[in-house]
């Protein structure tokens, strides 16, 4: 059992006993005896406390979360004891040791002590959770005043917060046992190239945790810093440039690259036409478009010219606003089209990557409402063109290299287009995306690349 896990129940127990005899003990502090108010305002403190100062969880975010998660548990523990209490008090206590003022003192005292413990629980995880995310804390807040479908929300936030605990306390020790092994300190550093439409933002990394996960590990990272929608022609110039700089500013002489759907036909390109290939020693493709999306053809036929023009400037006009020199809408989308890329293929002609190491990799959502918006409603256009996919990009245009893996999970969910760059930071059952890039990059490695 996780370390984490190992005490829970024990600590559980005291902070349960602590909250319940502090929300219902109105009766032993009416006598007036001192050590009974001590007592009281102790194990208040201890109950709302001592979760967060006696955790064994490593990083403060998740000593909150987890503080949040305990007073949260306790709370609804407490709360059912405390209604059985209020029960028997109304039903014996009154007529022999106590009044209607005494009973609904009671009460009042045991609302705002157990209202003060949830509130310092909901708060915790509500500000520092991750994995909550939108949706939990939505149904909460709906939920709240709703008997019965409370609870459940309830225990779904705690559940949620526990398992984000749990995994990412894990993920924690496992990198300190291998810390000094330095899995993926490979010989060249790692250039991670971004998709279309986004950028490599300082404050929002495209790859989410990907990058930190594998620098905990010994590894060099480096970005592509091209712009969010050009061609591939012109994206390919822009990488070309990129790789001659960090290869003469950092004397690596060649890097690894690591690039998401049209990254890779934009470094695919730019080995074949800017002759980089001498500063390239493997190149792995994520869910990589190398045949096209059928999908984008069927929409620039039917969506008129003028539209299609008004969102390209918008998009263009936006970009610019965000660091992008000279963005160029409709040249990337033309450019992920199925007959777009097939003549990027025959300009590219016959791949000469003897030195290189290529491989690819693409995944596939089992059901669409798995996806994050908009993939939950782009998956069905593109499974009638191009069948199963991940939200954008068919199983069948991932394949290229000398070793292709197509992923997915047990059950309904699957594995998106935007889940393989951790682009929503969510923790999937079954498919550990930090790990998946540690264990590629450790590869990386272990060939002595």
């Known amino acids: 059992m996780n370390k984490i896990l190992k005490f829970d129940k024990l600590k559980l127990f005291f902070y349960f006993l602590a909250s319940v005899f502090t929300a219902n003990c109105y009766l032993l502090i009416k006598s007036g005896q001192f050590s009974f108010i001590m007592v009281a305002i102790v194990t208040f403190l201890y109950s709302n406390i001592m979760p967060l100062i006696g955790s064994t969880v490593h990083t403060k975010r998740l000593k ?27 039903i014996w206590m009154i007529p022999n040791v106590a009044s209607w003022t005494d009973f609904l003192y009671s009460v009042l005292v045991c609302v705002v002590t157990l209202s003060i413990l949830f509130w310092n629980g909901i708060i915790n995880v509500y500000l520092f959770s991750i994995q909550l995310g939108i949706k939990h804390r939505v149904i909460g807040i709906l939920c709240g005043l709703i008997p019965i479908a409370n609870l459940f929300a309830l225990g779904k936030i705690v ?4 398992d984000e605990v749990v995994t990412e306390e894990n993920k924690y020790l496992l990198n300190e046992s291998r810390k000094d092994k330095e899995i993926c300190r490979t010989k060249y550093p790692i250039l991670f190239v971004h998709g279309v439409f986004f950028r490599d933002f300082k404050n929002f990394n495209y790859w989410g945790r990907i990058p930190n ?8 990272v480096y970005y592509g810093n091209h712009q969010s929608a050009l061609s591939v022609k012109d994206s390919a110039k822009e990488l070309a440039e990129r790789i001659r700089t960090i290869v003469a500013e950092t004397n690596c002489k060649k890097v690894n690259i690591i690039a998401h759907s049209k990254g890779g036909l934009d470094v695919r390109y730019a080995i074949a036409k800017e002759n980089i290939g001498e500063m390239v020693a493997s190149l792995t493709t994520i869910n990589t478009p190398h045949k096209g999306c059928e999908f984008a053809d069927y929409l620039l036929t039917k969506v008129p010219k003028s539209i299609q023009n008004k969102i390209a400037t918008t998009y263009n006009t936006s970009l610019r606003q965000l660091g992008d020199k000279n963005p ?15 003549a990027i293929n025959e300009d590219i002609g016959e791949e000469h990557l003897d030195n290189i190491y290529c ?5 596939i959502l089992n059901k669409a ?22 939200g954008l990009v068919s199983i069948k245009s991932f394949p290229w290299g000398e070793n292709y893996t197509l992923l997915t999970v047990k059950g309904n969910r699957g594995i998106s287009h935007g889940d ?14 930090r790990e998946f890039y540690v264990q590629l990059v450790s590869d990386l490695k272990n060939r002595n690349l």
Do not use: W
């Open 64 to 90: 909150l979360c987890d503080h949040g998660r305990i007073c949260l548990t306790t709370f609804a523990y407490s709360c059912l004891v405390s209604v059985i209490y209020h029960i028997v008090f109304m």
């Open 159 to 162: 559940k949620v917060v526990k």
């Open 213 to 220: 996960e594998l620098e905990k590990n010994g590894c060099k």
């Open 328 to 342: 160029d809408f409709m040249a990337s989308v033309n450019d992920l089209t199925a007959s777009g890329v097939k």
């Open 359 to 363: 491989q690819s990799f693409g995944s």
């Open 369 to 390: 409402t798995s996806g994050k918006f908009p993939l939950n409603l782009s998956y069905h256009l593109v499974k009638y063109f191009d069948g199963k996919n991940d």
């Open 420 to 433: 393989m760059i951790d682009l929503n930071r969510e923790n999937i059952k079954g498919f550990d995306v």
